[in-house]
């Protein structure tokens, strides 16, 4: 059991691209997945994987996952809760003598006062910093890939995504490189990484024009960007409950006043090569932009 290293949100963005990313290390994982049904794709790609249960709303299920884990990657989803389960999963590693927690946190977690999004991962960055526990911060900027997870909808059936992002450009970030720096530190001594906090971005920042270029190259036709109203984007939202759409919008608000701009070289120091750039992540996920996909 030792050596053990659990990534919790396996099925989910930065998780199952960081269990490719260690498999073709050669490194195997126990991947905390919250549907084992779901999970079992995992196993059936890289059939080492062993797949573990983890419900944060069910704790006894922790214990059993993080027995025997000598590292942890840390992933809670976009929920109500999320700090409460941090800590909880923190207080579990804690017990089960986990010897280091690479907490997935996000750009500007440390800025004051801050948005409520990095409100909340300082919270559990502070409470992780106090337990203990050898620890490392990952804190990416928005993900390359939130154009296929929220907006491949509507690029693909009508050319175009909508944001309210005026004209603020931002540095998105390729979730393959979060990957490759959470498998680095997960996989070199814990010492060379302890206490640090890494802000990871993109190569550049780009506007919502920019970003609506590359994927019109990409998918061979023209996607329009619509620059939408914050009204008309909370109008769009109604469907979600409100803490989520007010920390949608507020950092949407930072985005389009440029707040979200800033490039770190961060990702190019820890891997060795550089950044993905948006034209490149367009190219490599372009079935995503087609029609009927
Ligand atoms: N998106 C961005 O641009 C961005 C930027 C910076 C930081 N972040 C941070 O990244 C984190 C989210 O990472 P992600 O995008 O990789 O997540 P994600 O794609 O939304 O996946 C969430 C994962 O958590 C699992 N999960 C959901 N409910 C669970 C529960 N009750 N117990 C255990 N596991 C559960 C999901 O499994 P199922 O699918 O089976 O439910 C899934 O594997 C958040 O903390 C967010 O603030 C996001």
Partial sequence: MAHTI???????????????????????????????????????????????EIDYARPETLHVALTGVERLFLVTPFVENQVA?????????????????????VAGADATPGIQLGRWHREVEEYLAQSGVPYTLV??????????????????????????????????????????????????????????????????????????????????????????????????MSQAPQWMTDAMLELHALGKAGHAAAVTSTVEELTGRPAYTFEQFAKDY???????S
Avoid at 86 to 103: C, F, M, N
Avoid at 286 to 292: D, K, S, T, Y
């Fill in 85 to 105: 389960y941090a800590k909880q999963v923190i207080d579990v590693a804690k017990q089960a003598g986990v010897q280091q927690i690479v907490r997935l946190s």
């Fill in 139 to 236: 804190r990416p900027t928005s993900f390359m890939q939130n154009f296929i997870n929220h907006n491949s909808d509507s690029i693909c059936q009508e050319d175009k995504f909508y944001l309210p992002l005026g004209d603020g450009a931002i540095s998105y970030i390729d979730v393959r490189d979060i990957a490759s720096v959470a498998a680095n530190i997960l996989t070199t001594d814990v010492a060379q990484h302890q206490g640090k906090a890494y802000t990871l971005t993109g190569p550049v920042a780009l506007t919502g024009a920019a970003v609506a270029a590359a994927i019109s190259q990409a998918a061979n036709r023209p996607i329009a960007y619509v620059d939408v109203p914050e009204a008309a984007a909370r109008q769009a």
């Fill in 286 to 292: 372009h079935q995503h932009f087609q029609p009927g």
């Fill in 6 to 52: 659990l990534i919790t949100g396996a099925t989910g963005t930065v998780g199952s691209e960081l269990v490719l990313d260690l498999a073709n290390r050669g490194v195997t994982v126990r991947a905390g997945v919250h549907s084992i049904i779901k999970g079992d794709r995992l196993r059936h790609i890289y059939p080492d994987t062993q797949l573990v």
